[in-house]
């Protein structure tokens, strides 16, 4: 059972894969495989060997191609009957809150690290959320405080032209990955797109889940699973 990008979770049954940084190794007790997505093509274990694969607000800090590999060398890895599970922030959550303009309901957490960091609440745009989910590496604080009112201009004219897809793409588009800012997010992710992921990766029973709704029991215990932002995050489950 293995835990890709698995940051600080640690479970006596469980091997974690990530990658060392000094971002997430001050925060890490304990022993991972080293795994780089970015670098490393194959996942260190032999074909049909893996009964559980999990990852967890990994996806979206890494760039398409890299994922598609990554979901292929999974589902080479997984024996027949093993299962995939998939967590990120939710896309179609954050577009549609913005479609809306209903950030007051779900984003209060954000809201309150605005206020933490000394940013007025009331200048803050629906943008800012979604810069601040998909695109972080984009500023270091919100969009009006990058003193870019041209770029402000073309992210908002692009968001009232595009269809969602498109969009984010855009909007993601002005990213790249860093090893200085790792824990930045630079990639968006739907249940659509990650099952299109998925397939392309040799899956073809895919599940959309829910907060603690693994069909494997290990994964069902939300002391260990699911738990980071369940309030924000989509759940994808694939079966071999």
């Known amino acids: 059972m293995i835990n890709i990008g698995a940051g600080t979770f640690h479970h006596r049954y469980w091997t974690n894969l ?3 940084s000094d971002h997430y190794d001050a925060m890490r007790k304990h022993e991972h495989v080293e795994y780089n997505i970015m670098t ?3 996942l260190p274990f032999e074909d049909e060997s893996v009964a559980l694969a999990y990852t967890s607000h990994t996806i979206e800090h890494v760039k398409d191609n890299f994922i598609q590999d990554m979901f292929v060398e999974v589902y080479r890895t997984l024996e027949p009957g093993g299962m995939f599970r998939i967590t990120c922030p939710d896309a179609d959550l954050f ?3 913005m479609k809306l303009d209903n950030f007051e ?3 209060c957490r954000r809201k309150t690290w605005f206020e933490k960091h000394g940013f ?3 200048k803050v745009d629906g943008l800012d959320y979604l810069k601040m989910a998909f695109a972080t590496a ?8 990058g003193n870019d009112q041209q770029k402000w201009n073309e992210i908002k004219s692009e968001f009232l032209r595009l269809e969602k897809e498109a969009f984010l793409d855009f909007l993601t588009s002005q990213v790249d990955f860093s090893i200085n ?3 930045a997010h630079i990639n968006w992710w739907t249940h659509k797109k990650a099952e299109s992921f998925l397939r392309r990766a040799g899956f073809n029973d895919i599940r959309y889940s829910s ?3 693994s069909l494997a029991a290990p994964m069902c215990d939300i002391n260990h699973f699911d738990n980071t932002h369940p309030d924000e995050s989509l759940y994808v489950e694939a079966y071999k």
């Not at 984009?138 to 405080?145: A, N």
């Open 18 to 20: 990530d990658v060392s």
């Open 40 to 42: 490393d093509k194959a």
């Open 95 to 97: 577009y549609h809150a």
């Open 105 to 107: 309901r779900f984003f």
């Open 120 to 122: 007025d609440k009331e």
């Open 138 to 145: 984009m500023t270091s604080g919100p969009i009006y405080l």
């Open 181 to 183: 800012r790792i824990g």
């Open 211 to 213: 907060y603690g709704g």
